[in-house]
């Protein structure tokens, strides 16, 4: 046992398991390790509960904005026409939907034409967003043609409009009802511009997932945007679905080229970036936060192995006596820290993982114990708390605790492995 003693042995094990079963009469820590298991579980359950749930939000949150927006808007610039009017219509949208479907990596191109009008229904009056679009294009919308939930028929698209459910609570209509659509930007006659009232059957409801969507989107035929918005044989504007979003910054070059001269880009991360980005900083910041909180928890460890050394004085010095090394004192007191951070953390991730797993169980007891209202989606955007468990976050909180419950436990255990017999039994 002089020094030729292989690193934890089976003896070391035996002695540091027997001083964490220890009662406290026999000169145990039992307090304190259990406080410490508990402050490590908590704070690794904390670390994995927070990233996942941050990993869910941000995964939705891009997923509504790639499932039912163009990743790339192509618009024009503004030019004057024959009569002196500015107009950022796209005259050629065809001939500049086949240039756009080539580029490599293009899957889908839409004309469409957008305005901005009140609907009008039961006496209740909301301001939607027209989005005219042909019922082959919006089949090619993953939230639009395969929504968290719908109603109708999309097939009929053609024979009337498509609104998000939000605009159908907010005017109390169903299928089959009646929409009106009113534009300030109606006919022109002789005493000046007339509002446009038109009356459309709704044979399609949605929920897309995201409250502002649902709440002011209405679907219209093409053909019939064009007519109603003035807009006879133009686009305002093209819609490009590509098969890797996030590269979309590599094909800019391309997408102009295709667009022409006039042609102007804004893509998905020009209308989300500074979310997005906010989003960075949260996460950043939460992930500080958080391995702070394991830190203070993996600081117990120490409080608990200073005690635990005190009290085991009198253990260290006869086993000194009797030939057992400083490395294998070092290493008694370094498995009886390090057993307490490991436990702890597999605690914490199956705590963790069950919480990511069951996230909407517990929310809807929470929401029910609080009398409903705790997730409000016209502040969070989207209906429910999301979250995503990822094997990346699972394996930076168990780095995180394991690393910091290893480090904090060396330095008690060094100060016992140091300690000198003769003192340690001087009063004995």
């Not at 941000?58 to 039912?68: K, M, P, S």
């Not at 953390?345 to 929401?367: E, H, K, P, R």
Request: hydrophobic share 45%; aromatic share 8%.
């Amino acid at each position: 046992m002089t020094g030729h003693t292989p690193p934890f042995a089976a003896f070391e094990w035996m002695i540091a398991l027997r001083y964490l079963r220890a009662r406290r009469a026999e000169g145990g820590v039992s307090a304190m390790t259990i406080i410490s298991f508990l402050g490590i579980m908590l704070a690794v359950f904390a670390l994995i509960a927070t990233l996942s749930v941050r990993s869910g939000f941000r995964a939705e949150f891009v997923d509504t904005i790639l499932g039912a927006n163009a990743h790339v808007t192509i618009y024009s610039s503004v030019h004057v026409d024959d009569s002196g009017r500015t107009s950022r219509v796209i005259e050629d949208y065809e001939d500049m939907a086949e240039r756009l479907a080539a580029v490599r990596g293009v899957t889908r191109v839409a004309p469409l034409i957008r305005g901005q009008v009140m609907a009008s229904a039961h006496g209740r009056n909301t301001g939607v967003e027209v989005f005219g679009i042909s019922k082959e294009n919006l089949l090619t919308i993953p939230r639009i043609a395969d929504p968290e939930q719908a109603l109708g028929d999309i097939s009929r698209f053609g024979e009337g409009v498509a609104i998000g459910s939000g605009v159908a609570r907010e005017l109390n209509i169903s299928l089959g009802d009646s929409i009106r659509v009113i534009s300030p930007d109606g006919a022109r006659t002789a005493f000046g511009t007339s509002p446009r009232i038109s009356a459309y059957e709704v044979v399609y409801i949605f929920t897309a997932g995201r409250y502002d969507i649902d709440r002011t989107r209405l679907y219209m035929p093409f053909e019939e945007a064009q007519t109603y918005f003035n807009r006879d044989g133009v686009a305002d504007e093209m819609e490009v679905m590509v098969t890797n979003p996030d590269q979309i910054d590599s094909m800019r070059s391309d997408l102009l080229r295709a667009g022409g001269e006039r042609a102007m880009l804004w893509t998905w991360r020009d209308s989300a970036g500074a979310f997005l980005r906010a989003l960075d900083v949260e996460d950043n910041v939460m992930f500080v936060i958080l391995s702070i909180l394991v830190l203070i928890a993996a600081m117990n460890i120490i409080s608990g192995l200073i005690m635990l050394v005190k009290n085991k004085g009198r253990d260290i010095g006869i086993l000194r006596t009797m030939g057992l090394s400083e490395g294998s004192v070092l290493r008694v007191f370094f498995i009886c820290g390090a057993s307490v951070g490991v436990l702890g953390t597999i605690a914490g991730v199956i705590l963790g993982c069950l919480f990511a797993l069951y996230i909407d169980q517990i929310f809807s007891l929470v929401n029910y114990l609080s009398g409903g209202g705790v997730w409000d989606p016209s502040i969070r955007g989207i209906y429910n708390l999301p979250a995503e468990l990822r094997l990346v976050d699972v394996l930076k909180a168990v780095g995180l605790s394991l690393s910091l419950s290893f480090i904090v436990t060396i330095f008690p255990a060094r100060r016992a492995a140091r300690m000198n017999p003769v003192e340690a039994l001087r009063y004995e």
